[in-house]
């Protein structure tokens, strides 16, 4: 059974911009329905994992978005994120303090590296780590997690600021195949991706990339997502998976949908 950490959206707004998406969503967000909308995907985890809750602090809205906090990298062993915004920084306290208090061995890196957590590191299958960088996270992060982990870390460029963490383009999924959008990568990063899945690649089309697709939560079978076309819905569905979408329209206006919404523990 896997176990994700959520926080719930009491203090989620959009009140800055720090990514193209929350451009002129200032103010927009509607709360009531955002509310809604993350107990609807909260109810469809839980009843497929375990879900633990950090507490919401009032003037960070983005903590909803707690696949930013850290990486979980072993069992109780994280790597806490060192934000890029100053909006986003004084999240690291909290989530810290979060690890700590639940036994956590918590980690930073160190001298100034910008990391921001799950959202930029994602494992796959055979348990290679993906890591985005260009946007958010520091490449030098990547040589830092490297040494930490002792394992394979792939670098990936993120070439579009649309597309500013590796979540937002690239999504593993549990079948062996990834779910990816080429126009995120620079062109070396896309052949990287290429050579490492060959065939099990699912592209992305443009408009299912706007759709954050890759921003899917995958648990066994089941892939869960905002909204896919019916041509990436039966592309899924051959390879055995089963689509769920939920509406995710209020957290799209800050630019993040299911996948960040939560953060593998
Ligand atoms: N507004 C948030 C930010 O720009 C959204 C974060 C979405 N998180 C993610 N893992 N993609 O930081």
Same mark, same amino acid.
């Given at each position: 059974?896997?176990?994700?950490?959520?926080?719930?959206?009491? /203090?989620?707004?959009?009140?800055?911009?720090?990514?193209?998406?929350?451009?002129?969503?200032?103010?927009?967000?509607? +709360?009531?329905? @955002?509310?809604?909308?993350?107990?609807?995907?909260?109810?469809?985890?839980?009843?497929? =994992?375990?879900?633990?809750?950090?507490?919401?602090?009032?003037?960070?809205?983005?903590?909803?978005?707690?696949?930013?906090?850290?990486?979980?990298?072993?069992?109780?062993?994280?790597?806490?994120?060192?934000?890029? /915004?100053?909006?986003?920084?004084?999240?690291?306290? /909290?989530?810290? +303090?979060?690890?700590?208090?639940?036994?956590?061995?918590?980690?930073?890196?160190?001298?100034?590296?910008?990391?921001?957590?799950?959202?930029? @590191?994602?494992?796959?299958?055979?348990?290679?780590?993906?890591?985005?960088?260009?946007?958010?996270?520091?490449?030098?992060?990547?040589?830092?997690?490297?040494?930490?982990?002792?394992?394979?870390?792939?670098?990936?460029?993120?070439?579009?600021?649309?597309?500013?963490?590796?979540?937002?383009?690239?999504?593993?999924?549990?079948?062996?195949?990834?779910?990816?959008?080429?126009?995120?990568?620079?062109?070396?990063?896309?052949?990287?991706?290429?050579?490492?899945?060959?065939?099990?690649?699912?592209?992305?089309?443009? =408009?299912?990339?706007?759709?954050?697709?890759?921003? =899917?939560?995958?648990?066994?079978?089941?892939?869960?997502?905002?909204?896919?076309?019916?041509?990436?819905?039966?592309?899924?569905?051959?390879?055995?998976?089963?689509?769920?979408?939920?509406?995710?329209?209020?957290?799209? +206006?800050?630019?993040?949908?299911?996948?960040?919404?939560?953060? =593998?523990?």
């Amino acid at each position: 059974m896997q176990t994700f950490l959520m926080c719930e959206p009491r /203090h989620y707004e959009v009140n800055y911009v720090i990514n193209p998406w929350m451009a002129g969503n200032e103010g927009c967000v509607d +709360k009531v329905l @955002a509310a809604r909308q993350w107990q609807t995907l909260y109810d469809v985890l839980a009843a497929r =994992a375990t879900i633990r809750l950090i507490e919401p602090v009032a003037g960070l809205p983005d903590m909803v978005f707690t696949a930013n906090g850290g990486l979980v990298y072993r069992d109780r062993e994280v790597i806490v994120s060192s934000f890029r /915004h100053t909006e986003r920084q004084p999240e690291s306290q /909290h989530f810290g +303090k979060y690890f700590t208090d639940n036994g956590y061995r918590v980690r930073r890196l160190d001298g100034g590296v910008r990391f921001e957590g799950a959202g930029d @590191a994602l494992y796959d299958v055979q348990g290679r780590l993906w890591f985005g960088y260009g946007h958010r996270s520091d490449a030098k992060a990547g040589v830092e997690l490297a040494r930490i982990l002792g394992g394979s870390v792939i670098a990936l460029e993120l070439a579009d600021p649309r597309w500013y963490h590796l979540d937002t383009a690239f999504c593993p999924l549990a079948n062996g195949h990834v779910l990816a959008y080429a126009p995120a990568f620079s062109r070396d990063s896309v052949g990287q991706i290429r050579a490492a899945f060959g065939e099990r690649v699912i592209w992305a089309t443009d =408009a299912d990339a706007h759709n954050f697709v890759c921003n =899917a939560v995958n648990i066994g079978a089941d892939v869960i997502l905002h909204r896919a076309s019916d041509a990436l819905k039966a592309a899924l569905y051959r390879h055995g998976c089963n689509v769920i979408e939920l509406d995710m329209s209020e957290f799209m +206006k800050a630019g993040g949908s299911c996948k960040c919404l939560t953060l =593998a523990l």
